[in-house]
């Protein structure tokens, strides 16, 4: 059974940095696909990055040059990194695993003050 950890959520100030980093348990995270997703308040949940098994990465234009995904298979463990961030990144931040089953970790909100 695959199970997600989300930490590093927290309060920052606009232009501020922030890095999550979601732990994987099972023996699939190195051969899987893994995103973070984002849902704000009202909102949809929405991606914001992903990545691949083999290390390609795709980012929606709202995050693009702003967060960084990142993976080190060895510890199991997935990063987003993300910088010069806005209210509007305020939001509840949950890391998808994508294989044979998709697997959701519980979520960590990020909370960006103006």
């Known amino acids: 059974q695959v199970q997600l950890v989300e930490s590093g959520g927290g309060l920052v100030q606009a232009g501020g940095s922030l890095r999550l980093s979601c732990a994987a348990s099972?023996?699939?995270?190195?051969?899987?696909?893994m995103a973070w997703y984002r849902q704000a308040p009202g909102k949809q949940r929405e991606l914001v990055a992903i990545i691949t098994s083999t290390g390609s990465t795709n980012y929606p234009d709202s995050v693009k040059g702003r967060f960084t995904i990142s993976r080190d298979n060895a510890k199991n463990t997935l990063y987003l990194q993300m910088s010069s961030l806005k209210p509007e990144d305020t939001a509840v931040y949950y890391c998808?695993?994508?294989?044979?089953?998709?697997?959701w970790g519980q979520g960590t909100l990020v909370t960006v003050s103006s």
């Open positions: 099972g023996s699939i995270f190195s051969i899987s696909a």
């Open positions: 998808n695993l994508k294989s044979y089953l998709e697997v």
